[in-house]
């Protein structure tokens, strides 16, 4: 069964470094989104991303934040400069057109700022 | 805007008791889905069910099932029968149905402890 895969799986950084989180949606997907879970909250939505572009994003999705689809697989999630606060999960998720929005989740990335 | 309360932040229950975690949505739209995910310890978002806005029927998967009020706009979950494996973060969520690229917004979770 396809699964939306991300990489790496844990990643330890220094604050004011930047980081490229990285997620391989599922193959025939043309709806990308980014999610975040700070430890022990809920998962909040920072952006989602259509034909190329931002369709939507949240007041989380600051300028230190990107995203990218730089091959037609990969979909990035860039942070500039990296503060303690941004310790996190950080879920991809993608969606066919017909899918009757479900998302499909990729198993997150534990981003840890020091 | 679209709000999902769960007001069980956690609840615990010795084995084989049976459990419902609440979920109260707020949606202006009037299409759209439901979800419930699961969150073991291992920290993965593993999906549970969806159900679209006009489809009240409940639903039931082995000790699972689902009770959908439109006119409470609730979203109920019941485990029967519970085992310690289904002892998670459990999350309600709800997105918009129309369009494609619709935000899926979620609950604050509800901690599940089943003690054997």
């Known amino acids: 069964e396809p699964e939306v895969t991300q990489t790496p799986s844990h990643q330890v950084t220094q604050m004011g470094q930047e980081v490229i989180l990285r997620c391989v949606p599922i193959?025939?997907?043309?709806?990308f989104y980014w999610y975040r879970q700070i430890l022990g909250q809920k998962v909040e939505f920072l952006v989602s991303?259509?034909?190329?572009?931002?369709?939507?994003k949240s007041e989380i999705f600051d300028d230190q934040f990107s995203v990218e689809r730089p091959d037609g697989s990969n979909f990035t999630l860039k942070i500039r400069s990296t503060k303690l606060e941004d310790s996190a999960m950080y879920f991809c998720?993608?969606?066919?057109?017909?899918?009757?929005?479900?998302?499909?989740f990729g198993p997150g990335t534990r981003l840890t700022v020091l | 805007a679209q709000k999902v309360t769960q007001a069980q932040t956690e609840i615990s229950v010795v084995e084989k008791e049976d459990v419902t975690l609440d979920c109260v949505y707020e949606t202006r739209d009037t299409t759209y889905y439901l979800f419930w995910y699961k969150q073991p310890p291992s920290g993965e978002l593993v999906f549970l069910i969806r159900r679209n806005s006009f489809d009240e029927q409940n639903e039931i998967s082995g000790r699972y099932s689902w009770n959908f009020q439109k006119s409470t706009s609730s979203f109920n979950f019941t485990i029967t029968a519970s085992q310690v494996v289904d002892s998670a973060v459990y999350f309600c969520?709800?997105?918009?149905?129309?369009?494609?690229?619709?935000?899926?917004?979620f609950g604050t979770g509800t901690k599940l402890q089943v003690i054997p």
């Open positions: 998720a993608s969606k066919s057109y017909s899918s009757y929005n479900e998302q499909f």
């Open positions: 969520a709800l997105s918009e149905a129309l369009g494609g690229y619709q935000k899926v917004t």
């Open positions: 193959s025939n997907h043309l709806y």
């Open positions: 991303f259509y034909n190329n572009e931002i369709s939507e």
